[in-house]
């Protein structure tokens, strides 16, 4: 049993509790208890609620740990020659995936599956307790299912993403066979979801409802890369599909928002800028889908070619100062908009039940995170009720 206490500041992002839409409850304490939340209430309350001393965290305020509900964290190798390149003018292109593919296809096992602990263990240091993970640096049947299997040692939130380009030296329609065949056969055991790059340089919007289909019938869950590049049919193709999310929506039109609004309650917009900021692009329009009615999440898309970054404090503090979005709608879509990306209610909130996942901050209240731009105000992580 873990109890904090003297919470200046607690974001329960229950709206059942609290002010305001992140359910903030002041001078607050919270108790975990065999890994969830087990109590939330006033700290003068709390010793009635748990057998243990309460820390106290001095005013602090106290956030659920972030949810980032889009990385590729499953790579060898970097591209810092592309990025220098890229900082010199240098367009950013799909075709830049080959070149993690061919160090990912050269690495050992134990080499990925380090790769992955080590980038979990920093978003983890700046307050990311839940983490979804996609291949797609393989693209062979054998190097897409390895990179499911060292995914898999840091989450449940695998996704397979055979269809992020087409290989080298391959033809289109014989590789989308064997995505959607024997590829995804051997994948789908280790994977929960499905995604497909629908973009300039990588899948047509045909193509990706081919991938997205056999994805289905296997039983996965689906997610969609859509409109990062280029305007195109990938989110309209998500929303119709039912996908969980459309991921990147930087070049949307009235009909794609309107699509994304209807479907709220099924689909969310889950924007990347991160991947903006460091392709040098324009970011993606948050306050047009939020005041859509869209539900917004904020996730990293770390990767070592677009977005090598795990920092969820960054991606809110561009949300915030470049997309339009408040400091509290970006905490809220950092944390419990990417559980609704992921289809989860046991994480990004705290309600009693709830996994003990929490981030103390260094500061007394939320707004902070983006008001600092690149501080550490990560005082200390709270994974499964334990302190790390
Ligand atoms: O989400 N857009 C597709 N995939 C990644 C980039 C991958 C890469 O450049 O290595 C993304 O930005
Ligand atoms: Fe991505």
Redesign the pocket.
């Known amino acids: 049993m873990l109890a904090l206490s003297g919470i200046g500041e607690l974001v329960t992002n229950d709206s059942g509790r609290g002010s305001g839409p992140l359910g903030i409850v002041r001078d607050a304490a919270i108790v975990f208890d065999d890994g969830l939340v087990s109590w939330v209430g006033s700290s003068g309350d709390v010793a009635k609620h748990c057998d243990v001393a309460p820390i106290d965290v001095a005013g602090r305020a106290v956030i659920p740990g972030f949810v980032d509900s889009h990385t590729?964290l499953v790579f060898a190798g970097d591209r810092a020659a592309e990025f220098e390149a890229r900082m010199a003018g240098k367009p950013y292109a799909?075709g830049?995936?080959k070149t993690?593919m061919v160090a990912t296809r050269d690495a050992t096992d134990e080499q990925l599956r380090a790769n992955v602990l080590r980038l979990a263990d920093e978003a983890l240091r700046s307050g990311t307790t839940t983490l979804e993970v996609k291949s797609g640096y393989g693209l062979s049947v054998r190097d897409e299912a390895r990179s499911l299997v060292a995914a898999a040692a840091v989450t449940v939130e695998t996704t397979f993403l055979g269809a992020?380009v087409v290989p080298p030296d391959t033809d289109a329609d014989d590789y989308l066979a064997i995505v959607c065949g024997e590829m995804l056969k051997v994948c789908a055991p280790h994977a929960k979801w499905i995604d497909v790059?629908c973009?300039r340089g990588a899948f047509d919007v045909d193509q990706a409802r081919v991938v997205l289909s056999a994805g289905k019938a296997a039983g996965l869950g689906l997610r969609i890369?859509a409109n990062?590049l280029q305007h195109g049919g990938g989110v309209q193709l998500g929303v119709e599909m039912g996908a969980a999310s459309c991921d990147?929506c930087t070049h949307l039109d009235s009909s794609d928002i309107d699509a994304l609004s209807a479907a709220s309650q099924f689909t969310v917009a889950t924007l990347?800028p991160a991947?903006e900021l460091c392709t040098k692009s324009a970011f993606p329009n948050a306050r047009a889908l939020l005041d859509a009615g869209v539900k917004v999440a904020l996730a990293s898309?770390c990767?070592?070619?677009?977005?090598y970054t795990t920092s969820m404090p960054l991606v809110i503090s561009l949300a915030v100062i470049n997309m339009g979005m408040t400091p509290s709608e970006a905490l809220w879509s950092a944390t419990a908009g990417g559980a609704a990306a992921l289809r989860r209610s046991d994480v990004g909130n705290f309600t009693v039940g709830s996994r003990g996942d929490a981030v103390v901050l260094d500061a007394q209240s939320h707004v902070h995170v983006a008001y600092r731009p690149g501080v550490h105000l990560v005082k200390s992580v709270v994974r499964n009720g334990e302190l790390i």
Request: proline share 5%; hydrophobic share 25%.
């Open positions: 590729h799909a830049g995936i993690t992020h790059f973009d890369h990062q990147h990347l991947a898309d990767n070592p070619g677009s977005s």
